[in-house]
């Protein structure tokens, strides 16, 4: 896209009448249908719904794993492919993927060490939105700290609990300064206190570098903790039936359980996924 021009206001994503299919004939499922989502940059979106519903069909067309076989889907104004050369996307998949013979400040490290030209790239799509330059090895070191991880850092993957794991995970995909960050229910695996406990990190981490985030969850309380807007899917075939934003103060932190509005959002997207799930009209 050489020569392009950053325009300001430009979406962080553009899903425009997207579907996919998988497999032909009669045996071909339709994992997505006629799907249409604008996400403004800097904003922390959750997709909920049924298992089948295309989430993770959803989150892999962004992150450029998989292509549409209709529509049209837009990173910043270029397709998913152009923006992954560029290091503009960042991925938390549900195992944290860790090179297991390489200490946890390598593995975090070492994306920077790849691909080097994807600065480049950055420059000739002519986006900036507040990104910077790449982290310093030193930059990464306090991102690891500040993620409770500063004892752990010299240690070797296998060393460490899951969540742990996780952390070094999260870190590393932060530490790229990716313009949107997609994550597939990271904390799924994990106990509810060491769940909790990582939504605190993930915020700290998010409030500080506002990346965009769009993050696949089953849990409720998880999307509305965590979420300025809460995507509800269906699932036969898989699509949007609600989009609701979070109006809740931030930060936000374990005060927010008690309080009444959170309950209402949570009745209110418990409500819409039983009614997607039973085909009932909005």
């Known amino acids: 896209m050489d020569g392009s021009v950053y325009v300001a206001d430009t979406p962080a994503l553009e899903l425009r009448s997207v579907y996919r299919v998988y497999g ?84 975090v490290t070492l994306p920077q060490k790849i691909n080097k030209g994807a600065g480049r790239r950055r420059e000739r799509i002519a986006h900036t939105v507040g ?46 300064r990716p313009d949107v960050l997609v994550m597939d229910e990271p904390f799924s695996a994990l106990d509810e206190f060491t769940r909790e406990s990582l939504q605190d990190q993930l915020l700290d981490l998010w409030d500080e570098l506002k990346t965009t985030v769009l993050f696949v969850t089953h849990s409720v309380s998880e999307a509305v903790r965590l979420s300025d807007t809460v995507v509800v899917m269906a699932p036969r075939p898989g699509r949007i039936v609600d989009v609701i934003d979070v109006d809740l103060p931030r930060p936000r932190n374990e005060q927010l359980f008690a309080e009444r509005r959170f309950h209402e959002y949570e009745d209110q997207i418990r409500d819409r996924l039983r009614r997607a799930w039973h085909g009932e009209a909005a």
Not at 26 to 37: E, N, R
Not at 45 to 57: E, H
């Open 24 to 107: 032909f004939g009669a045996s071909a499922t339709q994992a997505l249908d006629d799907v249409d989502l604008t996400v403004p940059a800097g904003r922390f979106v959750s997709l909920i719904g049924p298992s089948g519903c295309g989430k993770s069909t959803l989150l892999r067309l962004v992150a450029g794993l998989e292509r549409p076989d209709g529509g049209e889907v837009r990173v910043h104004g270029v397709p998913p492919e152009q923006a992954c050369a560029a290091k503009m996307i960042g991925l938390v998949p549900q195992s944290p993927a860790l090179l297991p013979w390489l200490s946890v400040v390598r593995n």
């Open 131 to 176: 990104r910077g330059a790449a982290p310093t090895a030193s930059e990464l070191r306090e991102l690891l700290v500040k993620a409770g991880l500063g004892e752990a850092m010299h240690k070797l993957p296998a060393q460490l609990s899951g969540g742990m794991q996780q952390r070094a995970a999260i870190v590393r995909a932060f530490g790229l």
